[in-house]
Structure formats: structure tokens, C-alpha cells
């Protein structure tokens, strides 16, 4: 029996309004989540390289903890298990950005780090001769260098963001990936209904390199 396959241009077609609605959340999730992320990786970062071991270790802790540990797992955990623990349960919605950000500000930690350490020393010293405190002289001199060079990063972190929200159709939080097995349910069109979902995160990623990589040239001429 000769098994022959035509692609459904028309079901692919049709099945864009439907998933459109799926973008919101997937955008609010992955950017809400980025957002507060970046200001745990800050926080995280900076004490992850101060001296004080009881303000070290613990920010250590957090990063590999939740860079060693599945996504999906972590908002399993969250929707799944912490409702045990607070005695309430947690809106998927929720769920999916306290995972991005928890997941996110660890990368981001290891970014900011990085960055930050990958300026001369030099840089803080000169500063300091120009009579400027410790904490003048990072946040005028070196964080501005330290972050234009983790630009580049902070986008590559953003795009593995966006993508990882495809897991959160698990906890039934109506991004792209679910919206697309909601609809093949009911049309069974599987084929041509992903190529689509696919396409359209595509486009968000493409979209948002573009637009990093504008902004990491501005950055830089800047210099």
C-alpha cells in the first residue's frame, strides 16, 4: 500500500487566527519573565563575585541550582508543588513567568558576572584617582562597559526564553503550543498546524535579533 502525503496549504491557512492568540501570552511570558530575571541577574551576579562568603555562597546556590535543573521541571514544580507548600494554587499564567524569571536571572547572573569581571581592573582605579567612591566609580565606569558586552548574551538568553514557553502548554497556559493542540484536536491537521506554530516563532526570534543586533551596533559606535 503506497502511502502518499500532500501538505494542506488551506487547514495551515486557517489555522493562523487561531494561533495568533497565542501569541500574548507567550510574549507576556517570556518578557515579564525576562524582565524581573534581569534584575535577579543582576542582583545574583554582583553578589556571586563579592567577598563575603554568607553573601556568595547563597547567590552560588541559586544559580546552579537553577541552571542545573530542567525548565520544565522547575515550573512542574512551581504550578505542581508549591500549592502544597502555601496552601493555595498557583495561576498557570504565573507560574510560566516565575519559571522564566527564576530560570533566566540564573543565566543572566552568570552574564552579568562575566561581564563585569571581564573588565581591567585599571578601569576601577582609574576611577578612583579621579576621586570617585567604590560604588561611583562601578556604576559610572564599569557596568556602563561591562554591559555593552553583554549585549550579545542577554539577547542569546532572551531567544531561549521565548522558546522555552513552548514546555509551559503542560501547565495549560494558552501560548502558541497549546493553542496549536487545541486546534489539531479538533481538526487533526498536526502537520501543517506546527509548520505554522513554527514559522510564527520563526518570525518572533528573527524579529528580536534584528532588533539586538541594532542595538549591540549602536552600542558599539557608541564606544
Do not use: C, H
Not at 500500500?1 to 497565542?22: C, R, T, V, Y
Not at 562568603?53 to 547563597?58: E, G, K, T
Not at 522564566?100 to 578601569?123: F, M, P, T, W
Not at 557596568?143 to 526564553?161: C, D, E, K, T
Amino acid at each position: 500500500m503506497e502511502f502518499q502525503f500532500q501538505f494542506d496549504w488551506q487547514a495551515a491557512i486557517d489555522s493562523i487566527p487561531f494561533l495568533l492568540k497565542g501569541i500574548p501570552y507567550t510574549l507576556l511570558i517570556s518578557f515579564g519573565g525576562l524582565l524581573i530575571g534581569f534584575v535577579l541577574g543582576i542582583i545574583f551576579g554582583l553578589l556571586s563575585i563579592n567577598k563575603k562568603w554568607f553573601l556568595r555562597w547563597p547567590a552560588t546556590a541559586y544559580i546552579e541550582i537553577f541552571r542545573g535543573t530542567p525548565i520544565l521541571v522547575q515550573v512542574l514544580f512551581i504550578f505542581y508543588g508549591l500549592p502544597d507548600l502555601i496552601g493555595g494554587p498557583i495561576d498557570p499564567l504565573t507560574a510560566g513567568i516565575a519559571a522564566i524569571a527564576l530560570n533566566s536571572g540564573a543565566y543572566i547572573s552568570e552574564v552579568v558576572r562575566g561581564g563585569v569581571q571581564s573588565i581591567d581592573k585599571g578601569q576601577t582605579e582609574a576611577g578612583l584617582s579621579l576621586g570617585l567612591s567604590r560604588t561611583q566609580t562601578f556604576w559610572s565606569v564599569v557596568w556602563p562597559q561591562a554591559f555593552r558586552r553583554m549585549i550579545p548574551p542577554l539577547g542569546n538568553q532572551a531567544i531561549v526564553s521565548i522558546k522555552d514557553t513552548s514546555l509551559f502548554s503542560v501547565i495549560g497556559v494558552g501560548e502558541l503550543v497549546r493553542q496549536g493542540q487545541i486546534y489539531i484536536a479538533n481538526t487533526f491537521t498536526a502537520f501543517e498546524v506546527y509548520f505554522v506554530v513554527a514559522i510564527l516563532y520563526l518570525a518572533i526570534t528573527l524579529s528580536l535579533s534584528l532588533i539586538l543586533r541594532i542595538v549591540e551596533r549602536r552600542g558599539l559606535a557608541s564606544v
